[in-house]
């Protein structure tokens, strides 16, 4: 069971998913959960860095697969709904949204970063790693950044293991992707409006129409129908969505 896996505890490490790639070639195949208060080298998307001080939630989950390597991908927008159901418990559904590939949004402001990585194959393993902004949040970033405010990070912890669990189950090894697509695509904010996206400095306008069979994002341009497997979409409704809880925070202020 994955949620009542066993858990190592680091007070500081460099960053769990290193941890998890350290203990795969060293023959471990978990399950196993790698927690640390702190992170002094947390890894993101596409090379970043994941900000990553004591307070909030920084975890790996190390297992085996009964699948390809092909299919970790997928595994991106499982923990992405186990990590929305965590936030919609502490801060209420109406208010989280998620956005391709695997962010989840809190009334537009990222709160959490997903990091899946395959290690070895025969069997696939794999490092699910996850880190939520509980009780501090980056700031002097591209894009806002929320936090669980008022919630335990033990709590969060918890909700998260039983919530990854439990859609790692639906998945089902990738044969049950579509019903995390269709999941994902119920909690997703921007489909049908224009966007761009970003990769590597050059940028593709067009609609988007939602994620494909492997979880690519489906951009209608004029050209023809394309499908992203990497970048950054810019969504002009999450930054109306950004710009209101900016004022409405401004409000407050007064």
């Known amino acids: 069971m994955i949620a009542s896996a066993p858990i190592r505890h680091h007070i500081s490490i460099d960053s769990t998913n290193l941890e998890a790639a350290r203990l795969s070639a060293a023959g471990e195949r978990g399950p196993l ?33 009964d699948a390809s390597p092909t299919v970790v991908p997928q595994l991106g927008f499982v923990a992405a709904l186990a990590v929305h159901d965590v936030a919609s418990a502490f801060t209420g559904a109406d208010r989280v949204f998620l956005k391709w590939p695997n962010d989840c ?48 990070v033990e709590d969060v912890f918890s909700a998260y293991r039983s919530a990854l669990e439990k859609h790692i189950q639906s998945w089902d090894a990738g044969a ?32 988007y129409r939602g994620i494909s069979g492997d979880g690519a994002l489906l951009l209608e341009t004029p050209d023809g129908l394309r499908q992203i497997y990497a970048g950054d979409v810019k969504i002009p409704s999450l930054l109306r969505l950004t710009a209101t809880r900016v004022q409405l925070n401004a409000e407050k202020l007064l």
């Open 33 to 65: 959960w790698i927690v640390a208060d702190e992170q002094t080298g947390g890894k993101g998307r596409l090379g970043r860095t994941w900000h990553s001080p004591p307070g909030n939630l920084h975890t790996t989950l190390l297992c085996s697969i």
């Open 105 to 152: 949004l809190v009334n537009g402001a990222k709160v959490a970063g997903i990091l899946c990585e395959a290690f070895a194959s025969n069997p696939t393993i794999v490092a699910i790693g996850c880190g939520i902004n509980v009780t501090s949040a980056p700031q002097g970033l591209p894009y806002p950044a929320a936090t669980l405010a008022g919630a335990r």
């Open 176 to 207: 049950g992707f579509s019903r995390i697509a269709a999941a994902w695509r119920r909690h997703a904010i921007g489909i049908n409006d224009g966007v761009s996206v970003v990769n590597e400095g050059k940028a593709l306008h067009g609609t």
